[in-house]
């Protein structure tokens, strides 16, 4: 190739002439190095389509779930109905909203009677015909008018659904479901009985929706399918008995415009939306709340309201008194009673002789005003004192409920001198004061009452009765306001009511002012004044969350990357050694053009334009085999891999930004390889280029000198890790073997270069095996460089497959407190709470349990928990969470302890007893949490000690601030509290939903079937604790899996590598094989010399990487529970070996066809 040209500056067609017949002549090696190029292209610019396809899918499913669905409305109790109507009449509501669509969504269990099969976690949704204009294209498939002869009313179901039930149309099926109260079932007069929080409807099939559109309809983001039914929300509103009422309104419409929604509801709301009541007559407007007691916010806002307005008020709460009786009374005398059972108390403000007379007051048997009473002071009517034979200065017991942190109804008494008796007029016989309670305030006789608590009937006599039939619930007691609220107050709020009335004179109509405008000015202010958020009502703009959430918890392009890291490595090594092959072989020919007296820089500049031109041949190739790789990986991650997904979902989304920012990146990586290889090529003397030296002797002894150092080091390195690895705590010394197992890697490929670089020859006289591989090994050692460049990369990918693969997680130990499990058998979940002490007798039969089977559940250890739904932050769900699903931790499953933990703040006992970090609140206000280690680092994003935002029932921010990391627990979907903060900020979550289960040995399965029978109408659902935390561990496993396969074939993809460096080893020792055929040698002998170089080379990387990888993972070996894939493992380095051992037969191949006389004379 003539160097003529080089130097002239108008001969471009010549110079693109010269780089066209250098492509040509050259094609075998270029065509090489265009596919190494590719194939690095093609894996890097996939990885980065599987994430594009990732968050596509995940973003398709969103759209698809919602529909046209932009924003919910969501209550925790009910709105109006009618509210959906209201706000699409609002002037410019049509320029920004579309539809509002009212509906009940709720949660429950399904059953076919005739087969018995159940399904749980089934979405109940109560819809109306206006649904499907929210699915555009799904319009007739809602059709759920009932047909002639059709008992009951019809409902759709999902094919999810469908499939678990076997149900088809004409089917009927039983659903089950909480039924809602507005007095809380956690309260004195909330009814926990099963028969009042189990509601059940029976339907039939009309039709199964295909697993698409509304089929797919949620509002929490998750890929895995849910189970749905769709009924007529008259019918589900008409079962749970709320009529016009709904808790859901969804809305299509700007996505952007959730705030401007949020206002024009307020413009809407009425006092109802906000959960109050208001009972007006001319004077007197009483404000009182459908759940009975004001929730707090709610009764502050009214409260200074009230002071602004001027208006008079009367705060009112009202309890019941199991028990008064005289206990000191003032004079000795006979008693015609020796208690009063069941009466009305009610905390009116102590300052009685200032009550406003609009509001009646309180007078004594003289006509005077009552006096006022401080908290050791009580009043009784003139009934009371009557039955009791009572006068002013006895001492008065009075026995009274208090319901405790966990539900359970303690007797407490308080002593309490009587200041005065009032007369039964006015407010000494308001039955106003009491509040309505459904089936109490409307029996016919006390003790035809509904009982929500135990009540004795034997105390109540005839007096009692006739008391009812005149004055109704009136109170019979009085005390200080601020002694009811210290005795009866809890998380629900503290007054039952707000009597309020106008301060009097004339209005702006020049009339007096009434009740009724009171009412009137309470429905302008509330709703501008007051969020509807503090009555437990938001506006969720779900689409755009649910589309910030498909960016995914899990960053699969990354994730890829990873996984193909040894792919794209080794195909740049590749590309590397094919470059450096081909240009070694025109040593000569840049030796005559540095010799000629062509400038260096433009000798680098040829080959590097070679080099681009090659380069971007192969990454255009790439990005066409990019889509195919990304294609496979779909493919592999819906089926083989479907562990980790969960779901078959995934869809091959493009996108040009990945296509153009992965080409660049390969471009780039491949360029840094080619411009080091041309530097260093080209940077040799010209006289050792035209003898066919390609390494200096003193780089060579550089290189040794640094591989000595770096032995001494690494050696050092292990010993202090081993040493280490004695002291650590028992169950810590993971992350010290892997240090370890690192360590003595590198020490055994330094000692390896040492050992390569010593540069001694020996004479070998053996003709058999064993001289056979003393000369593979002395031939390795005359081009160091490379043979340990190509150890190196089987080791390193060895090392790191056999020790990513080896750590699979076993599970068997779940009975050991100290286990992901904390020692339990079971966890369970139930659609509807479950009020009744599973741990009681009493609690069991009221469930239905017979004899046999409450003796059963006796001997188990189970522990309810308190759940607020929200994101599942395991590895289950690729969605982003941002509202975490929370536990109320028991103070008995506090106490119990269990569980491991792999962080845990730094605070006094936190070692000793972390479960008590749990207890009360941080001192800036904080709660503590728990979570688990994987969850809360890879799916929260988030650490120790590290805040995670809420919002509470109330729409007030909290700060969840993690105080503690579980180590690979069943509590990988939640976040776990105490249970008394989650009842204080989360009041309406009663009940026990989850529940964890430590039966004795043998006895999971009936313990569970037992459970799973009786509990059938509450969607008791139960699996082993060890299906729990395989189904976890399942996504990891998959995770292994994947990297083990995808770094199979980098490693596979290396030793080709090994193939390059043989084959180039060859070539250039052509001249010196052809000397030893001249002097006897068989050209067989040679080919089995040049097939044991290879062998050397290729199992020393292997069993250098596999002994690391093997000290690494001891710990996790020897600890009892490591699940390792030997078979597949072993398989790969089999593969390995076999794969380069046959790439090593071209090198064979020459060497057995070398031309004799052609070498000699090269030499």
């Not at 130097?7 to 596919?35: M, P, Q, Y």
């Not at 006092?271 to 709340?289: C, N, W």
């Not at 590895?875 to 106490?895: A, F």
């Not at 072993?1130 to 076999?1138: E, G, R, S």
């Amino acid at each position: 190739m003539s160097a003529a040209g080089e130097g002239t500056g108008g001969e471009t067609g010549s110079r693109g002439g010269l780089l066209l017949e250098s492509l040509l002549h050259f094609w075998r090696i270029n065509l090489a190095i265009v596919a190494a190029v590719a194939v690095c292209t093609a894996v890097l610019v996939g990885a980065l389509l599987v994430g594009d396809s990732m968050r596509g899918s995940l973003r398709a499913l969103t759209l698809e779930r919602l529909g046209d669905i932009d924003h919910v409305v969501v209550a925790e109790s009910f709105l109006r109905q009618d509210l959906a109507e209201e706000l699409e009449e609002q002037d410019g509501f049509g320029e920004r909203f579309a539809d509002v669509v009212p509906a009940l969504l709720l949660q429950g269990s399904v059953s076919v009677p005739q087969s018995g099969r159940r399904a749980a976690q089934v979405g109940i949704q109560g819809i109306d015909d206006d649904f499907a204009s929210l699915f555009p294209g799904y319009e007739d498939r809602f059709d759920l008018e009932r047909v002639d002869g059709q008992l009951f009313g019809s409902a759709l179901v999902n094919a999810t659904l469908a499939r678990e039930l076997a149900a088809e149309v004409g089917d009927e099926l039983l659903i089950a479901l909480q039924r809602p109260s507005d007095v809380p079932r956690e309260s004195l007069m909330g009814s926990t009985d099963p028969a009042d929080v189990v509601q059940t409807m029976r339907v039939v099939v009309r039709g199964v929706l295909e697993d698409r559109g509304p089929g797919r309809f949620g509002l929490l983001p998750h890929q895995t399918l849910p189970s749905n039914v769709f009924v007529p929300l008259r019918d589900l509103q008409r079962s749970l008995d709320q009529r016009a009422r709904v808790n859901a309104l969804l809305v299509s419409g700007a996505p952007e415009a959730a705030g401007e929604l949020a206002e024009r509801l307020a413009q809407a709301a009425q006092l109802e939306d906000y959960g109050l009541e208001v009972a007006v007559d001319e004077e007197v407007a009483r404000v009182t709340a459908r759940e009975v007691v004001l929730r707090p916010p709610l009764e502050e806002y009214l409260l200074a309201v009230a002071e602004e307005e001027g208006w008079r008020r009367l705060p009112v709460s009202t309890y019941l008194a199991n028990q008064v009786r005289i206990v000191d009374p003032a004079a000795d005398r006979s008693l015609p009673r020796p208690l009063l059972p069941y009466s009305t108390i009610a905390a009116l403000p102590g300052d009685l002789p200032s009550l406003p007379d609009v509001f009646g007051g309180l007078r004594l048997l003289d006509g005077s005003p009552a006096p006022a009473l401080d908290e050791e002071q009580v009043l009784l009517n003139a009934w009371a004192a009557e039955d009791l034979g009572a006068v002013p200065g006895d001492r008065l017991e009075i026995e009274y409920w208090e319901v405790g942190d966990s539900e359970e109804l303690r007797a407490r008494t308080v002593r309490l001198e009587l200041a005065g008796i009032v007369a039964l007029d006015s407010l000494g016989a308001a039955a106003e004061l009491t509040p309505e309670f459904p089936g109490v305030s409307d029996a016919d006789d006390m003790s035809e009452r509904d009982r929500t608590f135990p009540v004795d009937l034997s105390l109540i006599e005839q007096r009692d009765e006739d008391y009812w039939d005149l004055y109704r619930g009136a109170p019979k007691i009085f005390v200080a306001e601020a002694l009811g609220r210290r005795l009866w107050g809890n998380r629900f709020g503290e007054l039952s009511a707000l009597w309020l009335a106008p301060a009097g004179g004339a209005g702006d109509n020049g009339r007096e002012a009434s009740a009724r405008q009171v009412e009137a000015r309470l429905g302008e202010r509330l709703p501008a004044e007051l969020p509807l958020a503090r009555a437990g009502v938001s506006v969720r703009g779900v689409k755009s969350s649910g589309l910030e959430a498909a960016r995914g918890a899990t960053d699969f392009a990354g994730l890829f990357i990873g996984f193909s890291l040894f792919l794209i490595v080794a195909s740049a090594l590749l590309v590397a050694l094919f470059f450096r092959l081909g240009t070694e072989r025109r040593g000569r020919e840049i030796g005559a053009l540095l010799a000629y007296g062509t400038p260096l820089p433009t000798v680098r500049r040829r080959l590097l334009v070679e080099a681009l031109v090659l380069s971007l041949i192969g990454v255009a190739i790439g990005l066409g085999l990019a889509l195919a790789y990304a294609a496979l990986m779909m493919w592999g991650l819906g089926t083989v891999w479907v562990g980790a997904i969960g779901a078959r979902f995934l869809e091959l989304h493009v996108a040009p930004l990945s296509l153009f920012g992965g080409a660049l990146g390969a471009l780039a990586l491949v360029s840094v390889v080619l411009w080091r290889t041309v530097r260093q090529l080209a940077g040799l003397a010209p006289v050792s280029l035209l003898r066919g030296e390609v390494t200096s002797d003193a780089e060579v002894l550089r290189e040794a000198r640094w591989s000595r150092r770096v032995f001494w080091l690494s050696a050092l390195a292990a010993l202090g890790l081993l040493a280490l690895s004695f002291a650590v705590p028992e169950g810590s010394a993971g992350p010290v073997f892997v240090g370890l197992g690192a360590a003595l890697l590198v020490c055994g490929l330094a000692a390896l270069a040492v050992r390569l670089r010593r540069g001694e020859r020996q004479l070998i006289t053996d003709g058999g095996p064993g001289g056979l591989v003393r000369m593979a090994l002395a031939n390795v050692g005359l081009v160091p460089g490379r043979s340990l460049l190509s150890v190196a990369l089987v080791a390193s990918a060895t090392f790191v497959i056999v020790a990513v693969g080896a750590y699979g997680h076993r599970f068997g130990h779940e009975d050991e407190r100290d286990s992901g499990a904390g020692g339990f058998d079971l966890r369970a979940t139930a659609d509807v709470p479950v009020y009744e002490d599973l741990t009681s007798a009493d609690g069991r039969f009221d469930l239905g349990f017979s004899q046999e089977q409450s003796e059963l559940l006796a001997g188990a250890e189970i522990y309810g928990l308190r759940v607020v739904p929200g994101d599942d932050v395991s590895c289950l769900n690729l969605y982003q969470p941002t509202s975490p699903r929370l536990l109320g931790i028991s103070p008995e499953l506090r106490q119990r302890g269990g569980f491991s933990f792999q962080q845990l703040v730094d605070l006094p006992g936190a070692e000793e007893d972390p479960w008590s970090l749990l207890e009360g609140r941080l001192e800036d206000g904080a709660i503590p949490a728990f979570g688990d280690f994987n969850s809360v680092m890879w799916i929260l994003k988030s650490g120790l000690g590290q805040d995670v935002v809420i919002e509470n029932e109330r729409g007030e921010p909290l700060r969840l601030r993690l105080v503690g990391l579980l180590r690979r627990s069943i509590f990988q979907s939640e976040l776990l509290v105490a249970e008394e903060i989650l009842a204080e900020e989360f009041p309406s979550r009663g009940g026990a939903r989850d529940f964890l289960l430590d039966v004795a040995p043998g006895q999971a399965e009936k313990v569970a079937a037992t459970l799973e029978q009786g509990l059938e109408r509450f969607g008791f659902d139960s699996r082993s604790t060890t299906q729990v935390l395989e189904s976890f561990q399942a996504v990891e496993n998959t995770y292994l899996s994947t990297f083990q396969v995808l770094g199979g074939l980098g490693l596979l993809l290396g030793t080709l590598g090994l193939a390059v460096v043989l084959l180039r080893g060859v070539l250039e020792r052509s001249a010196e094989l052809a000397t030893l055929q001249a002097v006897g040698f068989a050209r067989r002998k040679l080919g089995w010399t040049v097939l044991a170089e290879n062998a050397v080379l290729l199992l020393l990387g292997v069993l250098l990487g596999a002994t690391a990888a093997l000290v690494a993972v001891a710990p996790h070996l020897l600890g009892g529970q490591a699940l390792v894939p030997w078979a597949s493992l072993a398989l790969t380095l089999v593969a390995v070996v076999a794969v380069g051992t046959l790439a090593s037969a071209a090198a064979v191949r020459h060497v057995v066809r070398l031309p004799l006389l052609g070498a000699l004379r090269g030499d």
